[in-house]
């Protein structure tokens, strides 16, 4: 069972509709359902129960074959980047007493067994638990759907009523009915816009109501008359699509938000030649709504091009902007003829070709063709089946997922698949998983892919750090409270920040034994030069990294230039690492004071480092340089001045705390709190009480 074509859709009358796919078992009788939709979202929906119908199309990836369904060339599971979810969703099949609609706002799937006397049983992707009702045989039911939130139910039985029931908790279950205003109208189908709204689609216009619970009524909120062919529903956007004129390619959208309807701009889409002895029109199955990288989206699938230079199918998207004229922006060249249908999976246009039963993914992100007016796309990968799936003859709900690992060895190009794949939500680990592949001895990249992958990521993570601070500056600005739109950016999985690449990757590589160090130190300095090339600020680690594979192969005299040079930005941390370097690198010790110098922050660090090396003179010359010398402590200098057993350095310092207290207090002795008795002792010892110095009284 498979993706249905643009000339039949067994589930709904929709052409290449953008989620939803169905068959039925053999030797059952399907009820069409009236109106469901399709939607975009990250993973797409297929639908099936058991036989496919007169010219629906097989595809190898889940076709029938008695109990079970498996089919599909040879080919290993890592050459399929196409899949059906491993949880789908189970439901009676289709037969003489039970009748299966599908309903596009909320996902469900509603088992009607004997026009609902014997049982409804209503089923989405999410809930767990079954929705399970009775109804009133009141006789064929043509289309069913919950409210949002599933408050109230619509059914529709006749073409000029829909009947409504409140699920409510302390509401009546008694039915009530809505009769279309318009007169001699049909109903086509109904929308729910909302918990409590709901659209009437006549083939005399639309109709918008407020449905009253508590009244068991509904109130008309908005009207417009016009010729109605056929109409489409996006949900995410909440925009119907009305087809008018004889050809019926003049499309007429609305919106609806909060209990107002919003008529947009009509366009008309552009029909492909054909013979004079034949009339052009417009198929409801060749057009699909969807919303793709936050836009909505109208495709059109074109059997045949107007240029001469190409008899290939294609699929039209239209931009539907919520202010502005419709406008055709890409063009997606499938380069075969047949029958198809369409997915939007992950903002990913999937495109399904019944004859070769594979698949191929586009990506309007990409960069394309442009001619000044369209972008052209060519498929981002090489057609591929969908992966078989093996399940009994029942009717089955799935989600159409795409495989990321399969495309990572598909597309060479590492430029091309990191744009790919930082659209993708699921794109963290695989892009983590490319950049220790490009770093391999077997698959090892040049150094300037490697830079473009490392700027392709230090690009996505600048754009997430800038929005954080225009937030952050935002909050402290206190405009969150006067614009409640104001949000904190989401951190996509696209943002890979330095601790994941060091975690990742980075520490995993400079380990390598069989890589030649240079490469490695390059690598290292590529990134560093991609987070300053965006202004990112370097986390101290990464510099360490560095230090130590130049020390670990004896580059001292390159580690002396990075660092004479500001290739590696001042840190303390990295001011302490040079230190613990001095040993196998005496200039160490200098490079660290004259980087903690540099920082200008760093006073105790440096004060700390020269006690450490009994340079005690030196930093007391230091303190008093910096004006710093009444706060400092005289047990802390004592202390090193008595480690050096230097007796003359010792009275030297001794002298200077002597003269410091006669200064402040008018007294050369020591405080209690200063905790120097044992110092003062020592130097009576030494010097004698005689060499005390005495105070000075003026």
């Known amino acids: ?10 589930f709904k009358r929709r052409g290449p509709q953008v989620t939803w796919w169905a068959g039925w078992g053999r030797g059952t009788r399907k009820r069409r359902p009236r109106r469901a939709q399709s939607s975009s979202r990250s993973r797409s929906h297929h639908h099936s129960s058991g036989r496919v119908p007169p010219r629906a ?138 918990s409590t709204e709901i659209v009437f689609i006549t083939d005399q216009g639309i109709e918008f109501y407020q449905v009253l619970p508590e009244k068991r009524s509904l109130k008309l909120l908005k009207s417009h008359n016009l010729n109605v062919n056929w109409y489409m529903y996006c949900p995410e956007s909440a925009v119907i699509l009305l087809s008018t004129t004889v050809l019926e390619n003049v499309l007429q959208p609305f919106h609806f938000r909060a209990g107002t309807m919003s008529k947009l701009p009509k366009f008309e889409i552009e029909l492909p030649a054909a013979p004079k002895s034949t009339k052009p029109s417009l198929s409801e199955r060749d057009i699909a709504m969807a919303t793709v990288y936050g836009q909505l989206y109208v495709l059109f699938l074109r059997h045949h091009s107007r240029t001469s230079n190409s008899t290939g199918a294609e699929v039209v998207l239209y931009h539907l902007p919520r202010e502005g004229a419709c406008k055709k922006m890409h063009i997606l060249k499938l380069n075969r003829t047949g029958k198809f249908a369409l997915n939007v ?72 698949l990191m744009d790919f794949l930082l659209q993708r939500k699921e794109c963290k680990m695989v892009i983590l998983s490319v950049c220790s592949q490009m770093l391999s001895e077997s698959d090892r990249a040049s150094l300037p892919v490697i830079a473009t992958v490392f700027d392709k990521l230090n690009h996505e993570y600048k754009k997430y750090l800038d929005a954080e601070q225009s937030y952050a500056m935002a909050v402290e600005a206190g405009q969150s409270r006067s614009s409640p739109l104001l949000k904190r950016p989401v951190r996509t999985q696209a943002v890979l920040d330095q601790s994941d690449v060091y975690t990742h990757v980075l520490s995993a590589f400079v380990e390598k034994k069989e890589m030649p160090h240079k490469f490695v130190i390059a690598v290292l300095m590529e990134y560093i030069r991609s987070l300053n090339q965006f202004q990112i600020a370097v986390q101290h680690y990464l510099h360490e990294l560095v230090i130590k594979t130049l020390v670990q192969h004896n580059h001292f005299y390159m580690l002396h230039q990075f660092l004479q040079y500001h290739v590696l930005s001042d840190s303390k941390p990295l001011a302490c690492l040079l230190l613990s370097l001095e040993s196998f690198y005496p200039p160490a010790h200098q490079l660290s004071l004259d980087m903690l110098k540099r920082l200008s922050t760093a006073n105790d660090e440096i004060v700390e480092v020269l006690l450490s090396k009994h340079q005690v003179l030196a930093a007391l010359r230091f303190i008093r340089g910096i004006g710093g010398h ?22 030297t310092i001794f002298r200077f705390f002597e003269q410091r207290n006669q200064r402040l207090r008018g007294s050369p002795n020591f405080t209690p709190g200063e905790h120097c008795e044992e110092h003062v002792a020592f130097f009576k010892q030494i010097f004698g009480d005689q060499a005390l110095m005495r105070p000075t009284t003026f």
């Open 630 to 651: 009444d706060n400092i402590s005289a047990r802390k200098f004592l202390d090193a001045a008595k480690q050096t057993e230097d007796n003359m350095l010792f009275y």
């Open 57 to 194: 199309p097989l595809h190898a990836g889940c076709r029938p074959r008695g109990p079970t369904a498996v089919a599909a060339p040879a080919m290993g599971e890592e050459d399929y980047y196409l899949e059906l979810c491993e949880r789908p969703v189970q439901f009676e099949k289709a037969n003489p007493v039970n009748c299966v609609f599908f309903d596009e706002a909320n996902k469900q799937v509603f088992a009607v067994r004997s026009g609902g006397a014997t049982g409804v049983v209503v089923k989405g992707p999410d809930d767990r638990n079954p929705i399970s009702f009775r109804m009133d045989d009141k006789g064929e039911v043509k289309c069913i759907k919950f409210s949002l939130e599933n408050k109230i139910l619509a059914v529709q039985r006749t073409s000029k009523t829909v009947d409504f029931c409140n699920f409510i908790p302390d509401n009546s279950q008694l039915e009530y009915t809505q009769e279309c205003k318009t007169k001699n109208a049909n109903i086509l189908g109904f929308c729910w816009t909302s």
């Open 1 to 10: 069972m498979g993706p249905t074509a643009a000339r039949r859709c067994p």
């Open 345 to 416: 999976v992950d903002n990913l246009v999937v495109v399904h070709h019944q004859d070769t039963e594979t698949s191929v993914i586009f990506d309007i992100k990409l960069r394309g063709e442009f001619d000044g007016s369209v972008t052209f796309h060519h498929p981002v990968l090489p057609a591929r089946s969908i992966q078989p799936y093996q399940i009994p003859i029942a009717g089955y709900l799935w989600n159409l997922q795409v495989k990321l690992e399969p495309i990572v060895n598909l597309l060479p190009d590492k430029g091309r």
